[in-house]
């Protein structure tokens, strides 16, 4: 039965603490074009927009793989979180992903990236697969990025 094609949906979650001041860590996050520095499968980003960052920014992400995703930034609380949206790029019918820090001190905060994913049709192996590659990739990201703040 295992085989069988339906959609599915899951959320990943992963967070760290950061010792840096929540200016620096949104400094660094808000910058929505800095993804090659702490996500290793990420070749380039490039902003598409007029907009730089809030509401309304898009970017084009191109992985290390050659593929392409286009996101779209959907809400931005200044210092603390901004969340996006997949529009193409990915095999799912939805991805929607917040990165938001909650301060902990003058300087320690706790930084969260949390994603929902809505698949497309497909077997619960494969998705399970998905959900499986994208809490990897939040766990070695977030940690690349915690390395990056703290330099």
């Known amino acids: 039965m295992s085989d069988v094609k339906k959609f599915h949906s899951d959320s990943v979650k992963k967070s760290i ?19 090659p520095k702490w996500i290793p499968i990420i070749k ?6 007029k907009i730089k960052s809030g509401v309304g920014a898009v970017r084009t992400i191109t992985f290390k793989d050659g ?10 609380r200044k210092e603390n979180s901004f969340s996006y ?11 929607f992903a917040t990165l938001s820090i909650q301060s902990l001190g003058k300087k320690s905060v706790r930084l969260t990236w949390a994603g929902y ?9 494969e998705f399970k697969g998905l959900i499986s590659e994208f809490n990897a990739l939040y ?8 390395t990056l703040i703290e330099r």
């Open 85 to 95: 949206i997949a529009v193409s790029g990915l095999p799912v019918r939805a991805y």
């Open 117 to 125: 994913l809505s698949s497309k049709k497909i077997t619960n192996r």
């Open 44 to 49: 380039k980003t490039i902003l598409k927009s």
């Open 17 to 35: 603490v950061v010792n840096a001041s929540q200016k620096q860590v949104w400094n660094t996050i808000s910058d929505i074009t800095n993804l």
């Open 67 to 76: 593929s392409i995703l286009e996101e779209h930034i959907v809400d931005w």
């Open 139 to 146: 766990k070695v990201s977030i940690k690349n990025l915690k």
